[in-house]
């Protein structure tokens, strides 16, 4: 079994920063890639960022400039800081890995909450 745990989501005023991570509880270069997903209210989930083990990375059109995925493969974390924060960026962020051999695994997510 493996842990994927998320943290760093809070509230924050419309054009603001946050950093979000997650922790794997297992090497995070036993997977084909990780991304970050998120889920409002009344929509469907959408992936907001990805990495791939040799880390290319990919972004949804609308986060393209403000966020940025990172890792670090020492800590087995994985981060997506977000800038220039908008109240369409309200969700809740998942954090998703797909490990060899286990498919993709989900955290349990992280309110991020955007004001005026």
């Known amino acids: 079994q493996v842990q994927l745990v998320e943290s760093g989501g809070d509230l924050v005023q419309a054009g603001g920063s946050l950093r979000l991570s997650c922790a794997a509880s297992?090497?995070?270069?036993?997977?084909?890639?990780m991304g970050w997903y998120r889920q409002a209210p009344g929509k469907q989930r959408e992936l907001v960022a990805a990495?791939?083990?040799?880390?290319?990375?990919n972004y949804a059109d609308s986060v393209k400039g403000r966020f940025t995925i990172s890792r670090d493969i020492a800590k087995d974390t994985v981060y997506l800081q977000m800038n220039s924060l908008k109240l369409e960026d309200t969700a809740v962020y998942l954090c998703?890995?797909?490990?060899w051999g286990l498919g993709p695994q989900w955290g349990q997510g992280t309110q991020v909450t955007v004001s005026s």
């Open positions: 990495i791939t083990r040799g880390g290319s990375t």
């Open positions: 297992r090497s995070i270069l036993s997977t084909n890639a």
């Open positions: 998703n890995a797909d490990f």
